[in-house]
């Protein structure tokens, strides 16, 4: 399957530099953005962003726009959390456009 992620990087990995940057455990991360801890761990194992289920998709935009919106963070974890975003956001705007064609 193609990768269309923004960076070469596959979105898990991503996934899993934002969580390590945030210094979150698996659990931890998954606390904040109400999954379980397995989904945490099959979402980091992840190579395409089009493989992210909407509700994820949508849960990760929350986090990732919050991130760039707060003032506490610092640049390199907003830089990760920016290369998500765009993915993400990349992918809901395909998604809706996909629906709209219907």
Do not use: H
């Amino acid at each position: 399957m193609p990768n269309n992620n923004i960076s070469s990087i596959p979105i898990g990995k991503e996934i899993k530099i934002l969580r390590t940057l945030l210094n979150e455990t698996q659990s931890e991360f998954a606390k904040s953005l109400l999954l379980n801890r397995v989904t945490i761990c099959n979402l980091e194992n992840l190579e395409d962003v089009e493989d992210i289920t909407n509700d994820i998709a949508f849960r990760l935009y929350y986090l990732t726009f919050n991130i760039l919106q707060s003032s506490c963070k610092e640049n390199y974890v907003k830089a990760q959390a920016s290369k998500i975003y765009e993915a993400i956001n990349t992918l809901i705007e395909k998604k809706r456009k996909k629906r709209l064609k219907k």
